[in-house]
């Protein structure tokens, strides 16, 4: 887990049994799923940047579900 943590500097922040910080981190996550994915909504709009926007809304997506999933696991350590 020592290799990953650099890529997620958010869960640093979590701490082991402070819900408070694992509720602050989650909600991070989702708001910025969720403003991301307003964005990129508007910009699929365009004909060929929508291709880019779906494989871009992915990868932020399968971001913050990794970083969820990693938070709740520090919280739990």
């Known amino acids: 887990m020592d290799t990953i943590k650099p890529f997620f500097p958010l869960n ?6 402070n819900a408070g910080s694992l509720a602050i981190a989650i909600l991070l996550y989702l708001a910025v799923s969720v403003v991301c994915g ?6 699929s709009l365009i004909p ?3 291709i ?3 494989i871009v809304g992915a990868l932020v997506g399968l971001y913050c ?3 969820i999933v990693l938070a ?3 919280f739990v350590q």
């Open 12 to 17: 640093n922040k979590v701490q082991k049994g």
């Open 38 to 43: 307003i964005i990129l909504g508007l910009l």
């Open 48 to 50: 060929f940047v929508g």
């Open 52 to 54: 880019l926007t779906t």
């Open 65 to 67: 579900l990794a970083g």
């Open 72 to 74: 709740i696991v520090a």
